[in-house]
């Protein structure tokens, strides 16, 4: 019976990695993002919530909408940024 090998092996997780290594743009972006606190997302996701029910309750609706769906990609952007902190493509780079 023949096996099926799908990719050849490689020894290490590095190897690995490596093969899948970020572009230029991403490791640029990656460095910059870095460097923010993590709870700043947070942060300014629960501005954005206080800021819409402020809104809401002034009577601008619209406006309160606009805000508030800004949580979702804020807390996005949050989980981005740890990733990148702590698994980034910069732990290639030694």
Sequence with gaps: ???????PYTSSPRSKARAHAEGTIAKAIETQTAKLP?????WAAAGSMG???ALQLAGKKPASLFI???VAPLLLFGV???VVKTAGSDRLDY
């Design 1 to 7: 019976m023949d096996t099926l090998v799908s990719e």
């Design 38 to 42: 993590s709870d700043l997302f947070l």
């Design 51 to 53: 800021v819409a029910l």
């Design 68 to 70: 508030g769906q800004w």
């Design 80 to 82: 981005y940024n740890k």
